[in-house]
């Protein structure tokens, strides 16, 4: 998810004047085995119902979703492949089913211990937030926005959260834009072997196989912008 924005860096690690870096909350992910698998459809298209206090509260979700080509509004809780909850009160029942609760709280963060996959998101999320939540409930993840998770010791899971270093976050962000080891080296002023050890922390830190899968596990985390 689209985390809160820092200052612009430029390679180097000078803080701001008067100040210092601030590094933003980042959003909890982590993978959901289900049992049985899920099973969505028709392929390439996730089918949403939306469930919301108000028909003002519902139409501002529907606007968020519209320009998502592999989302499609159902208006049957039963032809959903998932749910999109929105401001669910204190009593609220799971519906048993992957969901995306938008106006989540900490009370709700019990749900990422559960072993279907689900979104919590703040009460005010951008499309592009929103978007990125269904693709990843529908993939298997599970994921919460800071203010969620934070504090709900029950449902953390710290091995999943990198913390990477300075240096590993400006190699991070550049390989983001798909420039080579060679590339990075250049831009960054080091040596391609240099490059190349960053590059394998980062993705030993996030547990992934490829760059482009250390991309995609980062901007889930929050460690990238969308």
């Known amino acids: 998810m689209a985390s809160a ?11 701001p004047a008067g100040g210092v870096w601030a590094r933003p909350p980042r959003a909890k992910i982590k993978r959901v085995d289900p049992s049985p698998p899920l099973s969505f459809g028709p392929p390439g298209v996730i089918r949403v119902a939306i469930r919301a206090p108000s028909r003002a509260r519902r139409l501002a979700v529907v606007a968020l979703l519209e320009g998502l ?3 499609t509004l159902v208006e049957r809780d039963a032809d959903a492949d998932l749910q999109i909850e929105v401001d669910p ?17 900490r009370a709700h963060g019990s749900l990422l ?9 703040p009460s005010d999320p951008t499309s592009a937030e929103l978007a990125l939540a269904l ?6 993840f599970s994921i919460a926005a800071p203010g969620v998770w934070l504090g709900a010791a029950s449902a953390q899971s710290p091995a999943n ?14 390989l983001g834009t798909g420039l080579t080891n060679k590339g990075i080296a250049a831009r960054l002023g080091m040596s391609e072997n240099t490059v190349k050890f960053h590059v394998a922390a980062i993705l030993s830190k996030l547990g992934a196989q490829s760059r482009a899968e250390a991309v995609f596990l980062a901007a889930r985390q929050g460690l990238l912008p969308l």
């Open 5 to 15: 924005s820092s200052p612009a860096r430029t390679g180097t690690h000078t803080p």
């Open 69 to 71: 080509p592999d989302v």
């Open 89 to 105: 009160g204190a009593t609220w029942s799971p519906p048993g089913r992957p969901v995306v609760v938008i106006g989540a709280s």
């Open 113 to 121: 211990a559960e072993p279907l996959p689900c979104a919590l998101l």
């Open 135 to 140: 693709r990843a409930v529908a993939s298997g």
């Open 161 to 174: 959260d990198a913390e990477l270093t300075p240096r590993e976050e400006d190699v991070l962000a550049l």
